[in-house]
């Protein structure tokens, strides 16, 4: 049917409200931390690793083909939209104490730049978004499994009484860094990809707008490798000394992932 612009702005928003709720962007994105950080570790990678996607999906196959009209209007909104969201995430991940809620807020900033890559209309953001939706499924996985490995070892995710794990535990030490490196998107890790088109896309949208997206990779530096020293470096406590390596059952997760 050939609705007209006003029709396909209805549409529009209810279809990016909902996909925008699942993804999340924000200000839809409320319920996701506390959902991420109180939730058993499986639901968790089930919601962000795989159902987290289906919003993304949604607004590649049904949003930009149903409401062309709508996204060429308000297209704009949702890309500012995401671009606030990433920055926004950013710096609460960065002041987070708890592990978990940092990685909770750190997918929501990788999902706004996914976001805003698709709302870039490029090829290349269109790329990055496919890319860096299977990159980012495989990392808040590993992710949240580290997250897991060190709950169930330590009965905490509080950053502060944390610390030295490194010193005994090098199988640990390294699989956490590798998943780390590629959540950060250190080139030649799955995370780079996604991320060096998505970036691309939005600028050839608009410089500034990739200017402000950009910040993602120094700001996810900073939460991340902050996180991994305050959990891994410095002196073992008394909570971390018996902290045991990982087991073959561990192992069989991680080395793939790693992989």
Known sequence: ANLTSAEQTWIFWALFIAFAIKMPVFPFHTWQPDTYTVAPTQGTMLLSGIMLKMGTYGVIRWLLPVVPLGVQEWGNTAMILSIVGILYASIIAIMQKDFKRLIAYSSIAH????????FSLTIQ?????????LAHGINVVGLFYVADIIFSRTNTNELSKLGGIRNITPWFATMFMVVLL???????????IGEFL???????YDAWMATFAGLTVILGAVYMLRSYQKIMLG?????????TDLTFNEKAVLVPIVI
């Open 235 to 243: 002196e073992t406590n008394a909570l971390t000394a018996t902290f």
């Open 182 to 192: 590629g959540s950060v998107a250190l080139p030649l890790t799955n995370g780079f």
């Open 125 to 133: 953001g269109l790329q990055g978004a496919m890319m860096q939706m």
């Open 111 to 118: 999902v706004g730049l996914i976001s805003a890559g698709i």
């Open 198 to 204: 998505l970036i691309n896309g939005i600028y050839q």
